[in-house]
């Protein structure tokens, strides 16, 4: 069965290559400019960072997406608004420099209005300084990136994504490094005696998050703009 799992997702971290582009070195482009992009204030914008985590995201949910934010506007220049470790603002060529060749996803909450912008851009305000959340909690005290967005668009009354169990999610090796390495911390499984990885991991199965793609996905948001080859929602 395992290894099952683990083949369709390598079949589906190949096929996520192939839709980027192939080589790192094809996928390399020129940052797309933000003025002939015409973004707005509270716009979505997904992007692909690898690594172990990054893996997982990819075959956990099919989607080449493993890091998103919302766009403010009104500075000097745009910036995202995301959960990085702390929850901060990056100017927006530098967070799309970050990404894989440079490839980014824009969304738009259909209908959106300032003030739906600004009371999102005021809730994530609140969390400015909180760290990464490396355990995927709902308890506020630290944010992953999709959670933020699903926070800060919930602020302005607008629900995005579908919450899924870590259990309902494609298992990967990828999924069971991380599991292996972090469940030792991982607080739900504190404090209870006797506790084991495999027990742990139930625990974790269980637990309710909310994915990148799944906010991508959603149809209240439409798009406006994606150097992805293909449509990666």
Not at 39 to 52: C, E, F, H, S, V
Not at 202 to 226: H, K, N, W
Request: charged letters at 20%.
């Amino acid at each position: 069965m395992w290894r099952k799992i683990s083949l369709v997702a390598l079949i589906v971290v190949l096929a996520l290559g192939i839709i980027l582009g192939g080589s790192l070195a094809v996928m390399r482009m020129t940052p797309p400019d933000a003025k002939s992009i015409g973004i707005r204030n509270g716009d979505i914008i997904l992007q692909t960072i690898l690594g172990t985590q990054g893996m997982a995201i990819i075959a956990a949910s099919s989607s080449p997406y493993t890091h998103m934010g919302f766009i403010k506007t009104g500075g000097k220049e745009p910036v995202v608004v995301e959960a990085v470790g702390p929850v901060k603002e990056t100017p927006l060529t530098q967070w799309i420099s970050r990404g894989v060749g440079q490839r980014i996803t824009i969304l738009r909450l259909k209908g959106i209005t300032p003030e739906i912008a600004r009371k999102a851009a005021a809730t994530a305000k609140k969390h400015y300084g909180k760290p990464y959340d490396f355990y995927f909690l709902p308890d506020k005290k630290s944010f992953y990136c999709s959670e933020l967005v699903r926070e800060a668009y919930a602020g302005a009354g607008v629900t995005l994504g579908k919450l899924q169990k870590v259990g309902e999610l494609t298992k990967s090796s990828a999924m069971d490094t991380i599991i292996e390495q972090r469940w030792k911390y991982y607080p739900p499984c504190q404090g209870i005696t006797g506790i084991t990885m495999e027990k742990c991991r139930r625990i974790i199965m269980e637990q309710e998050l909310v994915t990148p793609a799944s906010i991508a996905r959603d149809p209240q948001l439409e798009p406006v703009f994606s150097n992805y080859p293909l449509d990666s929602r």
